[in-house]
């Protein structure tokens, strides 16, 4: 059993900055993949960010410059440090990981809950 929790979501105004952190815990034998999704009402979720176990990083075109991922392997934990927060940023945003366990040897694609980020003009 994984679980994924997200925290550091909450509304915001144009311009302003907040830090989301997605902790995963449960039967883990190591992470691959961690990543930040998001979905606004109405269309399909989409990538933000990635990033490696190794710390390579990949990032949507429209946060480019604003986003950082980052992660802290020791506490099986992914960032997202967002600035210069815009309203269409707006969204349900979702943990990823790809959680390596044990019992037996298996790669499981986990997802947290989401938290609500909202950005007012």
């Known amino acids: 059993q994984v679980q994924l929790v997200e925290s550091g979501g909450g509304l915001v105004q144009a311009g302003g900055s907040l830090r989301l952190s997605c902790a995963a815990s449960?039967?883990?034998?190591?992470?691959?993949?961690m990543g930040w999704y998001r979905q606004a009402p109405g269309k399909q979720r989409e990538l933000v960010a990635t990033?490696?176990?190794?710390?390579?990083?990949n990032y949507a075109d429209s946060v480019k410059g604003r986003f950082t991922i980052s992660r802290d392997n020791a506490k099986n934990t992914v960032y997202l440090q967002m600035n210069s927060l815009k309203p269409e940023d707006t969204a349900v945003y979702y943990c990823?990981?790809?959680?390596?366990?044990?019992?037996?040897?298996?790669?499981?694609?986990?997802w947290g809950q989401g938290t609500q980020v909202t950005v007012s003009s």
């Open positions: 990823y990981a790809g959680v390596v366990v044990a019992t037996p040897v298996r790669l499981v694609d986990s």
């Open positions: 449960g039967s883990i034998f190591s992470i691959n993949a």
């Open positions: 990033i490696t176990r190794g710390g390579s990083t």
